[in-house]
């Protein structure tokens, strides 16, 4: 029976399928139609399930603490997420994708006869797996994009430096960084700045706004720093200067924490998959030469 099941499980996975892309699709047609200038790309996740989110998105925002909501939308633009999905959006997938577990563990129990035991199992993988799916995804995001960050930061300095000692003052320097800057999240949060400033925010508060997005203590330090000499009226290029070296050591230390951190990490590969290997071949001749000569008859009698 549970051979066969199999059957209409390809047959309702291959339908999921199909109705992802119709889904998609018909997204693609209405976003054409609707104003969406103002996002950014959203993930293949989100777009497939949008047509749903919006329309219980009314109902969560009227619903769900606003204290919540504020919290989310930080962590979503530290993923670089904000112009992409709102905070009652993701909340709205959460859920979603709870129904959809949901829905598979009802195909699971009654499509396959499964044991009580496996029953349980299923329930305690697919439905959670279900709901805190977004949650690992954006987790995942926001460590990535951190990652990325980090390492593009230090030569984006070094552009910045570069550019004022050539003669450029610092906003000009900023623009002409930015746009030698290659693709990533440094480009992309100070393209931003560089849009509110044309917006007719200050420098400093568009600035200030990008720390709060990225949520870094290296790029809070930098804001600071800059912000304060403008204040103070000191040099700009001098602060940058000390800043990119700053920010060249901090990359070095974390290289050398990860160098020295290897050894212990392959630990676990090399006790639970290289020693049990290696006793095989050494124990294995030895267990040979002991049953021929009779030396473990004691054993099995």
């Given amino acids: 029976m549970q051979s066969v099941a199999y059957i209409p499980m390809f047959m309702v996975f291959t339908s999921l399928v199909c109705i992802a892309l119709v889904i998609e699709h ?6 054409r139609n609707n104003d969406q200038s103002w996002r950014d790309k959203s993930p293949l996740m989100f777009r497939m399930v949008r047509p749903i989110v919006n329309m219980f998105t009314v109902k969560v925002t009227e619903s769900i603490d606003q204290h919540k909501l504020s919290i989310l939308k930080d962590r979503l633009s530290s993923a670089g997420m904000s112009y992409a999905i709102r905070p009652e959006e993701f909340i709205v997938t959460k ?25 349980i199992t299923v329930v305690a993988v ?36 570069l550019s004022m000692r050539a003669g450029l003052n610092f906003a000009s320097a900023l623009d002409h960084s930015v746009e030698k800057m290659p693709l990533g999240p440094v480009k992309d949060e100070f393209t931003k700045v560089l849009r509110d400033t044309r917006t007719g925010l200050s420098r400093k508060e568009a600035m200030v706004r990008m ?55 392959m630990l676990g590969p090399l006790i639970g998959l290289l020693f049990p290997i290696t006793f095989i071949i050494i124990m294995f001749p030895i267990y040979i030469k002991a049953r021929d000569s009779g030396s473990l008859d004691f054993f099995f009698q």
């Fill in 26 to 31: 018909y997204v693609r047609n209405r976003d």
């Fill in 95 to 119: 859920r979603v994708f709870l129904a959809i577990g949901l829905l598979m563990f009802f195909y699971v129990y009654f499509m396959l006869e499964l044991t009580s035991s496996t029953v």
């Fill in 126 to 161: 697919i439905i959670p797996l279900g709901y805190f799916y977004p949650d690992i995804w954006l987790r995942d995001q926001i460590k990535l994009r951190h990652h990325n960050f980090s390492k593009m930061f230090p030569f984006f300095l070094d552009l910045l430096v």
């Fill in 211 to 265: 720390s709060e997005r990225v949520q870094m203590p290296a790029v809070g330090n930098f804001v600071s720093a800059v912000n304060q000499a403008e204040e103070s009226g000191g040099e700009v290029g001098e602060v940058l200067s000390v800043q990119a070296q700053q920010r060249r050591t901090e990359r070095f230390l974390r290289a050398e924490k990860l160098a020295n951190q290897a050894p212990v990490k």
